[in-house]
């Protein structure tokens, strides 16, 4: 079955430190990953997205990701936090689903980061 | 300005009524989706269209209707509300379903059955 895990529903950070936010995937063939973020009352924005190639892929923000096959897994990180990235974060793949392609969300980590 | 815009943001209605919830976009994808975010569930996918006309059934399609007569369109209807419905619903789109595209997400539409 496809799916998305995200283990922790929330992370707490303090500013300065940095961050991971964890998710691992089950999906056949080759993973098309993604990470979204949501502020309160907006919609999601996507943050980065591995397809192919180099297994740390940088995107919006600051962030970067890690893909690592063997663990199947596709973590969200950053150096240094700040307190505006305090914020809901998911983790998608693209997958077949009854045929055809859809994307799949994870549950969410909420993400806070201490002044 | 381009972008993907839903309406209305907010909605409070009662049981057993007709609501419906728009989305339209301005990019001329041709792949659009209706969520549902629910606490625990994260996004789930309720209906989806791959193009004008083309419609198909997601996780949780049941008491929703959808329609896409326009490229740029892609209304929501439920037809007799229940409670089970209350949730915060997102339209989002993208080009081309197979590549490597990610999604766009409107704003989003709060929506209170009573």
């Known amino acids: 079955a496809q799916s998305v895990a995200q283990p922790e529903d929330q992370v707490n950070v303090a500013e300065g430190n940095p961050l991971t936010v964890k998710c691992t995937y089950s999906?056949?063939?080759?993973?098309?990953l993604f990470w979204y973020v949501q502020y309160p009352n907006r919609g999601l924005q996507f943050l980065l997205k591995?397809?192919?190639?180099?297994?740390l892929v940088k995107g919006s923000y600051g962030f970067e990701a890690e893909f690592n096959k063997s663990q199947t897994s596709f973590h969200l990180k950053k150096p240094s936090a700040l307190v505006s990235d305090s914020a809901l974060y998911f983790c998608?793949?693209?997958?077949?689903?009854?045929?055809?392609?859809?994307?799949?969300f994870g549950t969410g980590t909420r993400l806070k980061v201490l002044a | 300005d381009a972008g993907i815009t839903q309406s209305p943001r907010y909605k409070i209605t009662e049981t057993g009524r007709q609501v419906t919830l728009m989305c339209h976009q301005t990019?001329?994808?041709?792949?659009m989706f209706w969520y549902r975010q629910d606490l625990g569930h994260g996004l789930r996918l309720i209906y989806y269209s791959a193009a004008a006309d083309i419609t198909d059934k997601g996780e949780v399609p049941d008491g929703y209707v959808v329609s896409r007569s326009k490229t740029e369109n892609f209304p929501l209807t439920l037809e007799s509300a229940t409670r089970s419905q209350t949730s915060v619903y997102f339209c989002a789109s993208s080009d081309y379903l197979p590549s490597n595209q990610p999604q766009h997400f409107g704003d989003g539409t709060r929506l209170s059955i009573l």
């Open positions: 591995y397809i192919t190639g180099d297994n």
């Open positions: 999906v056949s063939g080759n993973p098309y």
């Open positions: 998608a793949v693209r997958g077949l689903l009854s045929g055809t392609y859809k994307y799949i």
């Open positions: 990019w001329s994808h041709s792949y």
